[in-house]
């Protein structure tokens, strides 16, 4: 996962991006880089850590320019170092281009070969780089031709900001996993990954670039172009669930409205006694609301979270994500104490973090704890993007739900149906991808790495 964004034309472009990738930081808190054109001049600044860690003032001051393409990288392909920052700077034939991709392509060791047997020299271990040797090696004149043919070589899913030039473009792939919407503010025109960065800068929201749709954004205006074959939606519906974030409206609806509506769901299917309803905050805490109207069972605030601490997944390794789960809540013992909680979950990955809050609960008096998760299990890794590398790690692949359940130390464990998913939706189903949950993949990778990974 990552955020990306992007502005042209506007005098404070540097500053937008930045506060722009502020809104977008809940998609990748690993680095932080934004890349300015003034001119002939390319000002680039991206190093590890948080927005506002990797920029202050002057940085920003000497980003200068008006086209700005801001990038927050939350690792999937590719390890967590310097080098695998982004936007993605090189100087090819055709110019500066500059690169902040979304997504993940899963077609990437056969380019890389490809791309390698033509003398390409690659730098970083990301799957992005590979679109700016793409285009660098394309050999059509046109920069339209060059774009339309570097794309249509990916498969996968990406949703991009580029910088050619002084030309900032905008892409979504055909099946259109991953967000991306246009917005305006003065003169200018808005790139973001969720709107919440649109409303942070004062930008109005125009629309979603569509599937399959390529946007160029010279001084003078915006010409948009579909050159690829149509073909069916995959909107990733774990956005819904837990990515984006609730002030946003991805795939054209509210993020919000949504998870109360799979809370309210799970309350209509898996009904029982309860004092209070609670959730595991933040990211559960929109199903709970939903449950909780739904059930009429009164909504507490079982714990509080430390707001001065990261999301416990970003940092890759096990040792540190143990050390934070830990460190973020503190439960409320008045609120706890005797009682029957109903302690509700966006998802369940890997069971940790669900374990160690339902062992907390328990020390702070909780009588019986029945656990609810607003999405099925999750069985199958993701290649889009998300971050379930593998199936072993992930433990309703493994294992049936009373495992999970016993694993996990709740009194009752049950997860919202894929029906009831599906049903809480704001699109028809048609338009997701679902394969988290079904293993049904709309695209399957061609390489052997992806498909080592499906068996493990
Ligand atoms: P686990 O079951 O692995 O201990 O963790 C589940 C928790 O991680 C849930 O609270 C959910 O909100 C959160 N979560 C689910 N998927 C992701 C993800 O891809 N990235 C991050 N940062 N957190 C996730
Ligand atoms: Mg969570």
Request: some cysteine; aromatic content about 16%; proline content about 12%.
């Given at each position: 996962m990552c955020g990306i964004f992007g502005i042209y034309p506007h005098k404070d472009a540097a500053h937008l991006a930045c506060l722009g990738l502020y809104a977008l930081q809940h998609r990748g808190e690993e680095s932080s880089g934004i890349i300015t054109r003034n001119g002939k001049k390319v000002h680039l600044h991206k190093a590890l850590g948080l927005v506002s860690d990797v920029f202050d003032e002057k940085i920003i001051r000497s980003l200068r320019g008006e086209l700005a393409v801001g990038h927050v990288r939350y690792s999937t392909t590719g390890s967590s170092n310097i080098k695998n920052t982004q936007p993605f700077y090189v100087r090819a034939k055709i110019g500066d281009i500059a690169i902040a991709h979304n997504g993940n392509l899963i077609n990437t060791l056969s380019l890389h070969r490809e791309l390698e047997n033509k003398g390409a020299l690659f730098q970083t271990s990301m799957d992005s780089e590979i679109i700016a040797h793409l285009l660098a090696h394309s050999q059509n004149k046109d920069f339209k031709d060059t774009i339309i043919w570097s794309l249509s070589k990916l498969e996968g899913a990406y949703s991009l900001v580029l910088m050619l030039n002084d030309i900032l473009i905008g892409a979504r792939d055909s099946f259109g996993w991953r967000p991306l919407c246009l917005g305006k503010l003065d003169e200018a025109y808005v790139l973001a990954s969720e709107t919440c960065a649109l409303d942070l800068i004062g930008a109005k929201y125009i629309r979603d670039i569509q599937p399959g749709e390529i946007v160029f954004i010279k001084k003078d205006g915006l010409e948009s172009i579909k050159p690829f074959k149509k073909t069916h939606h995959a909107f990733c519906i774990f956005e819904y669930i837990y990515f984006a974030r609730p002030d946003s409206n991805i795939f054209e609806h509210n993020v919000y409205m949504t998870r109360k509506r799979l809370g309210a769901q799970l309350a209509i299917e898996f009904p029982v006694e309860a004092d209070l309803v609670m959730p595991i905050p933040d990211s559960g805490t929109y199903a709970a609301l939903g449950f909780s109207e739904a059930s009429k069972i009164p909504f507490e605030y079982g714990m509080i979270r430390n707001h001065y601490i990261g999301r416990t997944f970003i940092q890759p390794s096990q040792v540190l994500r143990d050390f934070h789960v830990r460190i973020k809540l503190n439960p409320l013992k008045e609120v706890l104490d005797g009682k029957r909680v109903m302690l509700i979950e966006d998802s369940i990955v890997r069971g940790t973090t669900s374990r160690i809050r339902v062992k907390t609960l328990r020390l702070a008096g909780a009588k019986l704890i029945h656990m609810r998760v607003s999405c099925p299990p999750l069985k199958f890794p993701c290649f889009?993007?998300?971050?379930?590398?593998?199936?072993?790690?992930?433990?309703?692949s493994k294992h049936d739900i009373e495992w999970v359940r016993d694993f996990i130390g709740a009194d009752s464990l049950e997860y919202l149906s894929l029906e009831g998913m599906l049903n809480s939706m704001?699109?028809?189903?048609?338009?997701?991808?679902t394969a988290c949950f079904t293993?049904?993949?709309p695209a399957t990778p061609s390489s052997r790495v992806s498909k080592t990974i499906l068996e493990k």
């Open positions: 889009y993007g998300i971050d379930f590398p593998t199936k072993k790690e992930l433990i309703a704001p699109l028809p189903k048609e338009h997701f991808c293993g049904d993949y």
